[in-house]
């Protein structure tokens, strides 16, 4: 199984302020088979990026993914109010699917 | 656009069956996969499954002893069955249609999720 470790735990940013998260695994994901998440509070997870750096439909540009093998993140160029929420990144390289801890991203 | 909708019983007993259902709109359930996921209240998210539309499955390895996802082309619908289920089994349940690209998928459109406690 394909550990996922994001980091950090919780990101405290103001409005208008870069975010950088980082999902790292315990082996190389296949073909960066990696897709990201955002989670508001009771609400069903939103698929933000999918193949490691391809934007979901209507996902404003201001989200990008990169990386690849063990190493990705997800960086959120200027933080909108509606952007502040938890973040989770997946693999969907092998089964089972699994997801890292979550990225908490607050307003400071 | 595509809507998926979970339901069942809010409250399991200990030992005993939890079943639920997400029943799809705007969407067949021919050609895509279809996936269950889990959330604990305050936790992260746990992959259960995910099956095709013409009924192979692929199991978390942690639950398959104890899981069956199953489809309904008839009612446009598929099903989640956990056995013997404990504490550990409340959570958030999500059913998920999922999108394939380069030959892997991943979950895109996601139901609202439905609570599910085991409590005696």
Redesign the interface.
Same mark, same amino acid.
């Given at each position: 199984?394909i550990v996922l470790t994001q980091s950090p735990g919780t990101l405290s940013l103001s409005p208008g302020e870069r975010a950088t998260l980082s999902c790292r695994a315990s082996q190389s994901v296949h073909?960066n088979?990696l897709?990201w998440?955002q989670q508001k509070p009771g @609400?069903?997870?939103?698929?933000l990026i999918?193949?490691a750096s391809?934007r979901?439909t209507g996902i404003p540009d201001r989200f990008s993914g990169s990386g690849s093998g063990t190493d990705f993140t997800l960086t959120i160029t200027r933080l909108e109010p509606e952007d502040f929420a938890v973040y989770?990144c @997946?693999q969907?390289?092998t089964?089972?699917?699994?997801?890292? @801890?979550?990225t908490r991203v607050e307003v400071k | 656009q595509v809507q998926l909708q979970e339901s069942g019983p809010g409250l399991v007993k200990p030992s005993e069956t939890l079943s639920l259902i997400c029943t799809v709109s705007g969407s067949s359930l021919s050609k895509y996969y279809w996936s269950w996921i889990r959330q604990p209240p305050g936790k992260?998210?746990?992959?259960i499954g995910y099956i095709y539309y013409t009924g192979g499955a692929?199991?978390?390895?942690?639950l398959e002893s104890r899981v069956t996802i199953s489809v309904d082309m008839s009612k446009n619908q598929f099903s989640l069955k956990v056995t013997s289920v404990t504490a550990a089994d409340t959570a958030l349940y999500?059913c998920a249609r999922m999108?394939c +690209?380069?030959? +892997?998928?991943?979950?895109?459109y996601?139901?609202?999720?439905t609570l599910v406690s085991v409590s005696s």
């Open positions: 199984e073909t088979y897709a998440y @609400q069903a997870p939103r698929v999918y193949g391809t979901a989770y @997946q969907y390289s089964t089972p699917r699994t997801f890292g @801890q979550g | 992260g998210l746990e992959w692929q199991y978390n390895p942690s999500y999108h +690209s380069n030959n +892997s998928c991943f979950d895109y996601w139901g609202q999720g």
